[in-house]
């Protein structure tokens, strides 16, 4: 029974560099809280997709014309989680400036786990904020749940709505264009979020704007400003700097015959 | 109103539960132990139910979206009954006693005659989407645009039979595209998204993103 307890550390190849970067990750992002927390402001470069977002928000506000904010076309609780994720602080910075800035917004998944943490998020934005035009729960809206239903309903919402602003950020399958043309040939203002290599022709044939790989995860040091976002921003600088270090010592090696 | 002591404590549980949950998940990842896998694979097995419950949440939501577009008689009205009078159709053949419930005939044969076509037809409008997506793209005459038309039309011809055989080279360059260029830049991407979703689930798992709390 005791030896069943006691944790059996079989460690592979794989797993051993997965947890060594994850320590070092863990280890480079107290280091980067510690050096924000000590006064230290980071040097942020300049995201196109965000300038972009920015100039989206000051239209609606002035316009009060709708932004749409889809959380792609994956669950919460799949492999897309962390995309997912990046959708939902997305959300959070827009409903906090369509509150402040009294613009409409809405929110669309096909994940009813998703939906309930946007209904959350507009609620909170709509409680601490002012008494805007979000916080009902009426503006999260659960269109289907299978990518290509989902895809021919937001279709059908910016053929209907016609916002201002489409702000697509989480796991993105093939099924993006048919959303992302249908934007693109109304003439609204898109910006797209994707990890995906695959969605990548789609999304630059089809967005104003686009935000590539580690670029998605970022929209909270961006637009919120936010100090664990900023620290593990620093913390992913400092991790790819390692494993380039590592990549080009392990091609030295190799060349040196070394290895 | 809650008192700050009263907020503190109602976010602080679940944020106990929420790490303690996501550690022992990852902890199961690297370790072999037969007790935190049963764990684990129980957590997991709360996501599914809870996830499926969830699905309940979304029909109501869904519901109240479309009764609400019917009362205040808005254009789409009649797409919004047509949804609502399938979902109730769907659910009665699903759960009237005796029925088969997913497997109930007269779903069966809605899903395969009238749902999967339907989905096939909007998912095949790709095919010409991609092709104006890309007209549009190529119009714009930027460096990129013409940098993506000419890979486009060396990996084309590079899979064309006729092409290779007339000019040997082009099918080399497709393969030489396709293992360097292309690989590099997906590898960087699929790098780069990797740091993206570790800082993402680190956040999660130290308690400073806090999505669940809102």
């Known amino acids: 029974m005791l030896e069943q307890l006691i944790v059996d550390w079989h460690l592979d190849g794989t797993k051993l560099v997965a947890l060594g970067l994850l320590f070092s990750f863990l280890l480079f992002f107290f280091l980067a809280l510690s050096a ?25 506000s002035e316009s009060a014309q709708l932004i749409h904010c889809s959380l792609g076309t994956a669950s919460l609780v799949s492999r897309f989680t962390a995309e997912v994720l990046a959708g939902l602080t997305m959300l959070r910075a827009l409903a906090k400036r369509a509150v402040a800035s009294r613009f409409p917004l809405v929110v669309t998944t096909l994940d009813p786990v998703s939906l309930a943490a946007s209904q959350g998020i507009l609620a909170r934005a709509g409680s601490t904020l002012a008494e805007g035009q979000v916080g009902k729960g009426e503006e999260a809206r659960f269109v289907a749940p299978e990518p290509v239903s989902y895809a021919a309903g937001i279709m059908g919402l910016l053929n209907r709505e016609h916002p201002l602003g489409n702000v697509i950020v989480g796991g993105l399958g093939d099924e993006y264009l048919l959303m992302g043309e249908v934007g693109a040939r109304e003439g609204i203002y898109q910006v797209v979020g994707t990890s995906a290599p695959q969605v990548l022709p789609f999304v630059v044939t089809s967005a104003d704007e686009y935000l590539l790989g580690e670029e998605m995860f970022a929209a909270g040091a961006y637009v919120e400003k936010n100090r664990a976002h900023l620290g593990s921003l620093l913390a992913q600088d400092w991790t790819r700097e390692l494993i380039i270090g590592i990549i080009i010592g392990l091609v030295i090696l190799r060349t040196a015959g070394l290895l | 109103m809650l008192s700050g002591e009263e907020i503190a404590v109602r976010q602080s549980i679940p944020l106990a539960i929420a790490i303690t949950a996501g550690a022992v998940v990852s902890a199961d990842y690297f370790v072999t132990n ?96 991609v092709a104006s997506a890309a007209y549009r793209a190529l119009r ?55 740091l993206g979703i570790i800082a993402t689930t680190v956040r999660a798992l130290v308690g400073l993103d806090r999505h669940y709390l809102e």
């Not at chain 2, 360059?173 to 293992?179: R, T, Y």
Request: charged share 10%; proline share 5%.
């Open chain 2, 34 to 129: 037969t007790y935190l896998n049963v764990i684990s694979d129980l957590l997991v097995g709360w996501v599914t139910i809870i996830a499926a419950v969830a699905l309940l949440l979304g029909l109501l939501n869904v519901s109240r979206v479309h009764i609400s577009a019917i009362v205040e008689r808005k254009g789409n009205r009649f797409y919004s009954l047509c949804l609502l009078l399938t979902a109730v159709v769907i659910i009665v053949f699903g759960v009237w006693p005796g029925s088969r419930g997913p497997n109930d005939p007269v779903v069966v044969w809605i899903f395969d005659y009238i749902y999967t076509p339907l989905n096939a037809t909007i998912f095949s409008l790709l095919a010409f989407f």
């Open chain 1, 36 to 60: 924000l927390r000590g006064g230290r402001s980071p040097h942020l470069r300049p995201i196109r997709a965000f300038d972009g977002l920015e100039r989206l928000i000051e239209a609606s």
């Open chain 2, 140 to 194: 714009a005459h930027t460096f990129e645009a013409t940098l993506l038309l000419l890979t486009a039309v060396i990996i084309l011809l590079g899979q064309i039979p006729l092409a290779s055989t007339a000019w040997p080279e082009i099918s080399h360059l497709k393969d030489w595209l396709v293992a360097y260029p292309m690989t590099a830049g997906m590898r960087g991407i699929i790098l780069g998204a990797s």
